[in-house]
């Protein structure tokens, strides 16, 4: 397989928006073109080239070396091909993502998947706050696609979501699902506090915990087939989904009482 290799130099001192360098964006351009493309450094105007390495054909897509935490918006609105991250990342990774993937080695800063479309993001260590939410001032979050985090989130992940699925393998913080409108979120691990606060519609599924939220009403105790029905075309997606549902006996809650919503939470046991 045949990547374009970017590789940070240098130690990073200002922040870099990296939004240009998405395979629809450099796919026709040279090298050369792509080493003189201008970003903003502190007050300057910057060449790609002095701060990365390019190497490598853009056949199969883009891999960035070395520890790119202060590197913000890559993957921004990609539509097409697939972004690997050998390293840490800033903040706004796939941002207005429509379609594609992005896999991070490592950790990703706040606002994961801001407004997400579609497409697939898989971060193999944690990430910070906000992971699919909108954008300061949006009113609609992620709308489609799967961010998949391995580690653990932060606060107000799924803020404003209203399509598409967020599978978080360890723990989250607080106000998980805040104002969240449609959508699926699963957490493996534990959960903080204000979950679904002014949620509208959607399912939050959590395992083995207890649920204690003045905003939701329990809705009774049962066998919830159609969780095997979502663990099967969730598998086809990925096989991180395999066998995610072992049991389909659920708990189930439905909030938030004080806008009205119809919003529910699962608990499995």
């Given at each position: 397989m045949?990547?374009?290799?970017?590789?940070?130099?240098?130690?990073?001192?200002?922040?870099?928006?990296?939004s240009?360098?998405?395979?629809?964006k450099?796919?026709k351009?040279?090298?050369?073109?792509?080493?003189?493309?201008?970003?903003?450094?502190?007050?300057?105007?910057?060449?790609?080239?002095?701060?990365?390495?390019?190497s490598?054909?853009?056949?199969?897509?883009?891999?960035?070396?070395?520890?790119?935490?202060k590197?913000?918006?890559?993957?921004?609105q990609?539509q097409?091909?697939?972004?690997?991250?050998?390293?840490?990342?800033g903040?706004?990774?796939?941002?207005?993502?429509?379609?594609g993937?992005?896999?991070v080695?490592?950790?990703?800063?706040?606002?994961?998947?801001?407004s997400?479309?579609?497409?697939?993001?898989?971060?193999k260590?944690?990430?910070?706050?906000?992971?699919?939410?909108?954008?300061?001032?949006?009113k609609?979050?992620?709308?489609?696609?799967?961010?998949?985090?391995?580690?653990?989130?932060?606060?107000?992940?799924?803020?404003?979501?209203?399509?598409?699925?967020?599978?978080?393998?360890?723990n989250?913080?607080?106000?998980?699902?805040?104002?969240?409108?449609a959508?699926?979120?699963?957490?493996?691990?534990?959960?903080?506090?204000?979950?679904?606060?002014?949620?509208?519609?959607?399912?939050?599924?959590?395992?083995?915990?207890?649920?204690?939220?003045?905003?939701?009403?329990?809705?009774?105790?049962?066998?919830?087939?159609f969780?095997?029905i979502?663990?099967?075309?969730?598998?086809?997606?990925?096989?991180?989904?395999?066998?995610?549902?072992?049991?389909?006996?659920?708990?189930?809650?439905?909030?938030?009482?004080?806008?009205k919503?119809?919003?529910?939470?699962?608990?499995?046991?």
């Amino acid at each position: 397989m045949s990547y374009l290799n970017i590789k940070l130099k240098k130690k990073l001192k200002f922040r870099l928006d990296l939004s240009q360098l998405i395979p629809g964006k450099i796919g026709k351009k040279t090298k050369t073109e792509i080493k003189a493309l201008k970003i903003s450094y502190g007050n300057e105007k910057r060449n790609i080239s002095d701060f990365f390495s390019i190497s490598g054909t853009l056949k199969n897509g883009i891999i960035f070396k070395g520890d790119l935490s202060k590197c913000d918006y890559i993957g921004n609105q990609m539509q097409n091909g697939e972004i690997i991250i050998n390293g840490n990342t800033g903040n706004y990774l796939g941002n207005k993502m429509y379609d594609g993937r992005i896999i991070v080695n490592g950790s990703t800063s706040d606002y994961t998947g801001c407004s997400l479309h579609g497409g697939e993001i898989i971060i193999k260590k944690n990430t910070g706050d906000y992971l699919g939410s909108s954008q300061q001032g949006n009113k609609i979050g992620m709308s489609g696609g799967l961010l998949l985090v391995h580690g653990n989130a932060g606060t107000r992940a799924g803020f404003k979501m209203r399509a598409g699925v967020i599978y978080i393998k360890g723990n989250t913080k607080n106000f998980l699902g805040n104002q969240m409108i449609a959508g699926t979120i699963i957490i493996n691990g534990k959960v903080g506090s204000n979950i679904g606060l002014l949620m509208k519609r959607g399912t939050i599924i959590i395992k083995n915990q207890k649920f204690l939220a003045p905003h939701f009403n329990y809705n009774g105790t049962n066998e919830y087939i159609f969780l095997k029905i979502m663990e099967f075309y969730l598998e086809k997606i990925s096989k991180e989904f395999k066998n995610i549902f072992p049991s389909i006996y659920t708990k189930k809650y439905l909030g938030d009482v004080n806008c009205k919503g119809m919003g529910e939470v699962l608990i499995i046991s």
